[in-house]
């Protein structure tokens, strides 16, 4: 067993499948290898790190803190594969699977880099952009998540609530997702627990305004004009 300083290096096929990850068990697991690597091609992926102090997953996963968000890498169980997820605050950026190591420590630079996400994309087909990811990066995914909300199909039903809501300006300038038909207006691009104006239909085509930050914050109305009035009554005196 070789040595590394004063301590034994873990016989790692324990840990990881010796047909499917030789390399990483040679390198000494994901995170080893993914710095080593890098190394010998001249790229930098920062500093990762296993979120795990022992055991299999120590070995097995990675994560890199970047400027646009972190990036987590798993190990693909039953087959060859790596996974990479760029994740930011409640929103994906990217997302993808690769069977080659290489391939994902050049997409882990490139990322760390600052490469715009539509050439990351091009460079990396393996890897999928988040809906918002664009939005993000131009500095206004309020404006892309609204404009996905009054175009896709899946929404067709809530459009007339959806319009509505976007031609206030008050409200359109409020993160909007939907969720069993609720119109929820966040003011924190959609972290959890943050404030929200809920607009909710309910029977005879009447709805039901809240605002989750004020604990008498409910209004109903009984047209959809009103239930707009209600919403920014509720934003600009509550909370």
């Known amino acids: 067993m070789e040595t590394n300083g004063t301590s034994p290096r873990p016989d790692l096929s324990v840990f990881l499948d010796s047909a499917l990850y030789p390399d990483l068990i040679e390198r000494g697991g994901l995170v080893s290898a993914l710095e080593s690597l890098a190394r010998e091609s001249g790229l930098d992926v920062g500093t990762p790190y296993s979120e795990y102090a022992s055991g299999p997953g120590r070995y097995k ?101 959806v319009e509505a809501a976007h031609a206030n300006g008050r409200l359109r300038g409020l993160f909007p997702y939907l969720s069993h038909g609720v119109l929820r207006l966040s003011t924190e691009l959609g972290r959890q627990g943050a404030r929200e104006i809920q607009i909710c239909p309910v029977t005879g085509g009447s709805y039901q305004v809240e605002d989750t930050g004020s604990g008498d914050g409910v209004r109903n109305a009984v047209a959809l004009e009103e239930a707009i009035d209600a919403a920014v009554d509720l934003l600009l005196t509550s909370g």
Not at 104 to 116: E, I, T
Not at 123 to 146: H, T
């Open 61 to 161: 996963s990675a994560v890199i803190a970047t400027d646009r968000g972190t990036m987590s890498m798993l190990l693909g169980k039953h087959e060859r594969m790596f996974s990479l997820d760029v994740r930011g605050r409640g929103f994906t950026w990217a997302d993808g699977m690769t069977d080659d190591l290489r391939e994902l420590v050049r997409a882990v630079a490139a990322w760390r880099s600052g490469v715009p996400v539509d050439e990351f994309a091009g460079a990396f087909p393996f890897m999928r952009l988040g809906r918002l990811a664009r939005g993000y990066e131009s500095g206004d995914p309020i404006a892309a998540q609204w404009e996905w909300l009054r175009t896709a199909e899946v929404y067709d039903d809530e459009r007339p609530l």
